[in-house]
Structure formats: C-alpha cells, structure tokens
C-alpha cells in the first residue's frame, strides 16, 4: 500500500513537472497572439485616423465646391449668365389631370 502510494505521488508529481513547461509554452503562444493582435490594432487606429482626415478633406473640398459665391461667379463669367429682371420671369402653372 506504502509502495502504491509513493507510485501515485511520483507519477503526480511527473505529470506536474510535464505540465508546467506546457503551460508556459501556450502562455507564449497566447502571449504571441495577443501581440500581433495589438500590432494590427494600432496599425487599423492609424488607418481610421487617415480616412477621418481624408474624410474632413473632401467634406471641405465639397463645401468649397458647392459655395453660392463659386457658383455665381462661374455662371457668370464662364456660363455669361445674369440673374433675370422680374419682367423675364415666366410663371407656369400646371392644372391637375381631371381624367384620372
């Protein structure tokens, strides 16, 4: 009984000492992991941060783009448009189809 006992704590301690360079090699795996996932995390923040600034960009090109002041002047020294007097101004009216 005194020998089974010394047999089960030796195996015990065999498969201890067996896991304990197993825990730390998958705690190295995780650890690898954990880094390239904290690698690709900073690298997709600084491409979320070009295309918000990309972003402010266009939406200020566009808001240039699009200003009266712009538009105006190009219609009229490009286009040669004028604003119509009130006299030029045609009034359209258009009645509801009483066949439907």
């Known amino acids: 009984m005194k ?6 704590k030796s195996l015990l301690l065999c498969v201890v000492a067996v896991c304990i360079p197993g ?5 190295g795996i995780q650890a690898r992991r954990y880094a390239a996932l904290e690698n690709e995390i900073a690298a997709l923040e600084v491409q979320q941060r070009n295309l918000v ?3 402010k960009n266009l939406i200020t090109g566009i808001s240039l783009l699009s200003s009266t002041d712009r538009i105006e002047q190009i219609a009229s020294e490009k286009l040669n448009m004028r604003i ?3 006299s ?10 009483s066949n439907k």
Request: overall charge negative; aromatic content about 8%.
């Open 84 to 86: 119509a007097e009130s």
């Open 53 to 55: 600034n990309s972003n």
């Open 3 to 8: 020998q089974s006992n010394n047999f089960i």
């Open 88 to 97: 030029e101004i045609i009034r359209v009216e258009v009645q509801p189809d």
């Open 23 to 27: 825990f730390l090699a998958v705690e």
